[in-house]
Structure formats: C-alpha cells, structure tokens
C-alpha cells in the first residue's frame, strides 16, 4: 500500500458578480482556485499574498483577510495517493485582475460549471453556493 502524500495550500476564494474567479495553469485540464502551496516559514497571509500576486498581479488587502473554510480532499493530477489540505481566505485586493504567464485561462465560474473544478475546489464552489454566494 502506498504512503499518502499531503499538499498544504493556501487559497484565495474571489467572489463579483455571484461567480468564483478560478484559474487554469498550463498543462492543466481543470480550474482551481488562485493560491497554492505556502514556502518554507511563511505564514498563512504571507504564502496568499505571494500566490496570488505571482498568479494574478494583484495585491491582497490584509486587513480584509477572513478565513473562510477549509478542504481535505483528493489532489487532482497525482499518481500516487496524494490529498491536498487547502485553507481558503477571502480577501479584497488593489489593482487590476491580469494572469501571469503560468496562467493559461481565468475564468468566473457558476455553480453549473463545477464540473469543470479540480475536487477540492469543487468541495469550495459547493460552500459557496450552500451560502447562497455564487449562482
């Protein structure tokens, strides 16, 4: 039996409009959310912060830093046993939402499009619809 393997993430949970903003790196075939996985030391709103400006250029406001829920759930595009613990922050941000070259489509998701998530961002759009948050 394989040892499973646990991925610590940090994600940003964006909500306009009633729709999730999502991103989809090169290579990969699902969305998830903005974030991923914190540096050695670093702490929750400093591993988000630095995600999220590489990601998508812009610069999260601490003060606005709410905790909103936490995912224990299979990582998607893993061959072996791998589960990622994905803590998900709401935040409000300064400048204008633009990816970075590792982005490869950004997209504002429904609850309809759930389908096309990574599981633990699904578990997410699910939190967020149940809050009546998203469409």
């Given at each position: 039996m394989q040892e499973m393997t646990y991925l610590d993430v940090l994600a940003w949970i964006c909500v306009q409009n009633k729709?999730?903003?999502?991103?989809?790196?090169?290579?990969?075939?699902?969305?998830?959310?903005?974030?991923?996985?914190?540096?050695?030391?670093?702490?929750?709103?400093?591993?988000?912060?630095?995600?999220?400006?590489?990601?998508?250029?812009?610069?999260?406001?601490?003060?606005?830093?709410?905790?909103?829920?936490?995912?224990?759930?299979?990582?998607?595009?893993?061959?072996?046993?791998?589960?990622?613990?994905?803590?998900?922050?709401?935040?409000?941000?300064?400048g204008t939402l633009r990816p970075s070259s590792e982005i490869a489509e950004i997209a504002w998701l429904r609850r309809s499009d759930i389908a096309q998530c990574a599981p633990a961002t699904q578990r997410v759009v699910e939190h967020l619809a149940a809050k009546n948050l998203i469409d």
């Open positions: 729709r999730l903003l999502c991103a989809k790196t090169k290579g990969n075939d699902v969305f998830y959310l903005p974030g991923g996985k914190r540096e050695i030391g670093e702490s929750d709103w400093e591993g988000l912060a630095r995600e999220v400006q590489e990601e998508m250029s812009v610069a999260l406001v601490q003060e606005t830093l709410e905790e909103e829920l936490i995912v224990r759930e299979e990582a998607h595009g893993f061959s072996k046993p791998t589960r990622v613990i994905m803590k998900c922050f709401r935040a409000e941000y300064s």
